[in-house]
């Protein structure tokens, strides 16, 4: 069955620090999401990606945030400069044009110290 | 106000019995779609079942069956025969509009505890 694999599993980073966490979303499907979820909490929309563009973001998505598709298969999402509250489970899913359909990846774990 | 609504932030249930987890949802367009994930401890989202707003029967996937409320909007998932493995974190979540790209709205869960 296919999947949406996300590297890496766990990253530690310094504050202040930039990291990119990545995305192979599935190879047919179009639209393309970020969410975290940070411990214990509920998951989070962050941002939508279609047609090479950002389609809809929340407000957790602020200027620290970009999401980039670079070579039509990899998805990433960049946190500029990592602050402690950054810490969280990072989620890549993607859907299609079928009712339902979304594939979650399984996570990054980001721990921000 | 809430947009999905989890009041049980836990819930036990005895091996083999059946158990449903609630969830109510607040929208004002027609046209949405109800899902829920198993959260086991690893972390993973894993999709169980899926609801239209527009369809008439209630959704079954194997052992999970999504009882659907339009009027009193609710979505509760009700799990027959638990098993030990069923143990695990359970979000409902909602999607507003047609189609699958819209943003899925959670809720904030509950946990799930299996009894041997």
């Known amino acids: 069955e296919p999947e949406v694999t996300q590297t890496p599993s766990h990253q530690v980073t310094q504050m202040g620090q930039e990291v990119i966490l990545r995305c192979v979303p599935i190879?047919?499907?179009?639209?393309f999401y970020w969410y975290r979820q940070i411990l214990g909490q509920k998951v989070e929309f962050l941002v939508s990606?279609?047609?090479?563009?950002?389609?809809?973001k929340s407000e957790i998505f602020d200027d620290q945030f970009s999401v980039e598709r670079p070579d039509g298969s990899n998805f990433t999402l960049k946190i500029r400069s990592t602050k402690l509250e950054d810490s969280a489970m990072y989620f890549c899913?993607?859907?299609?044009?079928?009712?339902?359909?979304?594939?979650f990846g399984s996570g990054t774990r980001l721990t921000v110290v | 106000a809430q947009k999905i609504t989890q009041t049980q932030p836990g819930m036990f249930v005895q091996e083999k019995e059946a158990v449903t987890l609630d969830c109510t949802y607040d929208?004002?367009?027609?046209?949405?779609?109800l899902f829920w994930y198993k959260q086991p401890s690893s972390g993973e989202m894993i999709f169980l079942i899926y609801?239209?707003?527009?369809?008439?029967q209630n959704a079954t996937e194997g052992r999970y069956s999504l009882n659907f409320q339009k009027a009193r909007k609710s979505a509760n998932l009700v799990i027959s025969a638990s098993q030990l493995g069923d143990s695990a974190m359970y979000f409902c979540?909602?999607?507003?509009?047609?189609?699958?790209?819209?943003?899925?709205?959670f809720g904030k869960g509950t946990k799930l505890s299996v009894k041997p």
């Open positions: 899913a993607s859907s299609d044009w079928g009712n339902y359909g979304y594939t």
């Open positions: 190879s047919n499907h179009l639209y």
């Open positions: 990606f279609y047609n090479n563009e950002i389609s809809e």
């Open positions: 929208t004002s367009d027609p046209s949405y779609g």
């Open positions: 609801q239209g707003s527009y369809d008439q």
């Open positions: 979540a909602m999607r507003e509009g047609q189609g699958s790209q819209g943003n899925l709205i």
